[in-house]
């Protein structure tokens, strides 16, 4: 009986740290990961507006390194530096949903805790690691990191 | 006569600058934010990189969302959202296509806050639906933020719950979203 009840007991705190760790599993740490691809945000765009379904499959959910030029540079609602890199040329359009999805660039929002030290400037080339997510608006990678240019 | 067509070209002339001028604000980093509440725990997500148009003057309003883009606070719900509900690597994108009834009421002259109903389709897993939203836009300066709050349920849009946690989950998902426009430049 003693026996039955400690392997119980060892069973029961197995169990729950076990569930415990699967529930609170760490989110992906895209910082710390190579990347899957490297490329420059031009030929990335150019993959996007010739067969979006092809290239969404190849970079979804893979980290990617992308170099280009800084377009322009904004923070979002939850206060995260968002660097947007030139890509292609944007295409006219009537229709205001094709209008909104042939902007034409990378958009690279940054990690939380990114160092308000290094935000590059409007012109600057630089390169930049993140998880893409797909393209919407723009090709759109989260969670990104600055890669230094001598790595 | 030829003054006619002279003051008939100055007024086509007029209103072709009249449309020109900005009718229409952007975001690439709109905010939506959904929550699902059970009694066990709630689940919650925001994505931050939404894009949207608005045409101030004829109150359509558009909204592309990558599904990837949704960030949780548990990692778990993240990967079964994805893979199980919304079937991200098939349905990667949900998009909202609509009009801001009430946008007449809108005065971009002076600051405000306007009561408004937004009105569309959105779809989402391979599905489209009628949606409707009561909302508010706010005029701020320069911008102009629009915010609405609605609820969809699960099954509407074919996603599945796994039988082993059918009962415990909640087939309402209330959504929060919240545009901060800038004027959308000329090209």
Same mark, same amino acid.
């Given at each position: $009986? ?39 945000a ?14 969404? +499959? ?8 992308v170099?280009g030029?800084v377009e322009s540079i904004e923070k979002n609602q939850k206060g995260c530096l968002v660097v947007v890199l030139s ?9 205001? $949903? ?5 902007s034409?660039t990378v958009s690279c929002t940054f990690v939380e805790?990114h +160092?308000n030290?290094?935000v590059p400037e409007k012109?600057?080339?630089i390169?930049v690691?993140g998880?893409?997510t797909?393209?919407a608006m723009d090709v759109v990678l989260i969670e990104c990191t600055f ?5 | ?10 007024? #086509?002339? =007029? ?11 952007f975001t690439r980093n709109g905010h939506?934010? =959904?929550?699902?509440?059970?009694? =066990? ?6 994505n931050y990189q939404v894009g ?14 990558l599904?990837?883009s =949704?960030?949780?606070?548990?990692? #778990?719900? *993240?990967?079964?959202?994805? *893979? ?15 009009? @801001? %009834?009430?946008?007449?009421? @809108? ?7 306007? *009561? @408004? ?13 009628? @949606?409707?939203?009561?909302? %508010? ?14 609820? /969809? ?10 039988? /082993? ?5 909640? *087939? ?8 901060e426009?800038k ?5």
């Amino acid at each position: $009986m003693k026996y039955f009840l400690i392997i119980l007991l060892v069973f029961v705190i197995g169990g729950t740290s076990v569930l415990y760790y699967i529930f609170n599993k760490p989110h992906r740490n895209v910082s710390a990961e190579k990347p899957s691809y490297c490329c420059d945000a031009k030929s990335l765009c150019c993959e996007f507006q010739k067969n979006e379904t092809t290239a969404t +499959e190849k970079y979804l959910n893979k980290v990617i390194q992308v170099n280009g030029i800084v377009e322009s540079i904004e923070k979002n609602q939850k206060g995260c530096l968002v660097v947007v890199l030139s890509g292609g040329k944007s295409a006219e359009s009537s229709d205001l $949903m094709a209008e909104l999805e042939s902007s034409g660039t990378v958009s690279c929002t940054f990690v939380e805790k990114h +160092e308000n030290n290094s935000v590059p400037e409007k012109g600057d080339q630089i390169t930049v690691k993140g998880l893409c997510t797909g393209k919407a608006m723009d090709v759109v990678l989260i969670e990104c990191t600055f890669v230094k240019n001598s790595e | 006569m030829r003054i006619r067509i002279a003051s008939l070209v100055l007024f #086509l002339g =007029f209103c072709a600058i009249s449309v020109s001028a900005q009718d229409k604000y952007f975001t690439r980093n709109g905010h939506i934010y =959904f929550i699902s509440r059970m009694d =066990f725990i709630d689940l919650d997500a925001n994505n931050y990189q939404v894009g949207s148009i608005l045409n101030i003057q004829t109150g359509e309003m558009v909204v592309t969302v990558l599904n990837k883009s =949704f960030q949780f606070k548990y990692a #778990l719900a *993240e990967e079964h959202f994805n *893979e199980n509900y919304m079937e991200t690597h098939k349905y990667p994108k949900s998009s909202f296509k609509g009009f @801001v %009834k009430e946008i007449e009421n @809108v005065d971009l002259s002076k600051n405000g806050e306007y *009561e @408004v109903t937004v009105r569309g389709d959105l779809s989402m897993h391979g599905i489209t639906k009628a @949606v409707s939203a009561k909302g %508010k836009i706010t005029k701020d300066g320069q911008g102009i933020t629009a915010k609405a709050s609605f609820s /969809i349920l699960l099954k509407d849009y074919k996603m599945k719950i796994p039988s /082993i946690v059918a009962d415990k989950v909640n *087939e309402l998902i209330e959504i929060e979203v919240i545009f901060e426009y800038k004027p959308l430049p000329e090209k």
